[in-house]
């Protein structure tokens, strides 16, 4: 594990949740690894805590997914499979072209040029090469689509699964190959809904989806090679 991995102390938080949101964290930026071992002593003396409150955590990042319980081995990291990226990539390919549609509709002047300046700070962003900033302005520029629908609990659909979207998200912007992609990707998907062009928009977004879902399964299956070549 990174020797950097730091608590982020929270006056206003109960430390086992400071903990929890400390290794969430650093689960969904891969800074704890798939198929990292999670030890609770070494995970206690890393981050200045005693066992209970990273019992917690992980008891509560197990309910999420994020972590998986291995018999004679203890808690690690879950793994992507293609399986739960393809789950959650069916749902938010529908939720985005409805997303865009809606926007279509009801985007005012004032967020659609809310929209074109996220798309100049996320151009910004790629040519910074952090990943963390990348995903950070990625996020923002969609945040502001979906709140431009207008529909409360079409915003709560994609905020629920926003966590593991950050970490699909993650994995791919990793891969400096497909930020020029995303960024002539943004720049259609703001240029259809600024035309209000809705059968655009939203092919404009199944194609987003459809390549991040297309180079994330290349990255899972070559690191499952990798597994395989270093074990026989």
């Known amino acids: 594990m990174d020797g950097q991995l730091q608590v982020d102390m929270d006056e206003f938080l109960p430390l086992r949740d400071v903990v929890f949101n400390t290794l969430r964290k650093a689960i969904l930026t891969g800074q704890l690894k798939p198929g990292e071992r999670l030890m609770e ?88 090469k952090d990943a963390s900033i990348i995903a950070k302005a990625d996020v923002a520029l969609h945040d502001i689509i979906v709140e431009a629908t207008g529909n409360q609990r079409l915003m709560q659909l994609v905020n629920n699964l926003s966590e593991q979207m950050y970490r699909y998200r993650f994995v791919y912007i990793k891969e400096e190959s497909q930020h020029d992609i995303l960024v002539s990707e943004h720049r259609e998907i703001y240029e259809s809904i600024a035309c209000r ?18 180079s994330i399964i290349r990255q899972i299956r070559m690191e499952n090679e990798s597994r395989l070549n270093k074990r026989s």
């Open 41 to 128: 002593v070494h995970l206690a003396n890393r981050l200045g805590v005693s066992r209970t409150p990273i019992r917690e955590a992980i008891r509560k990042l197990e309910l999420e997914g994020l972590v998986i319980m291995i018999p004679r081995r203890g808690a690690e990291v879950a793994r992507i499979t293609e399986k739960s990226l393809k789950d959650v990539l069916e749902v938010r390919r529908a939720l985005d072209a409805l997303s865009v549609e809606l926007a279509c509709d009801r985007i005012t002047k004032e967020d659609i040029e809310r929209l074109f300046e996220a798309c100049v700070a996320f151009e910004k962003a790629a040519m910074g």
């Open 197 to 214: 062009d809705k059968e655009r928009a939203a092919a404009a977004v199944r194609l987003h989806i459809d390549n991040q879902e297309r």
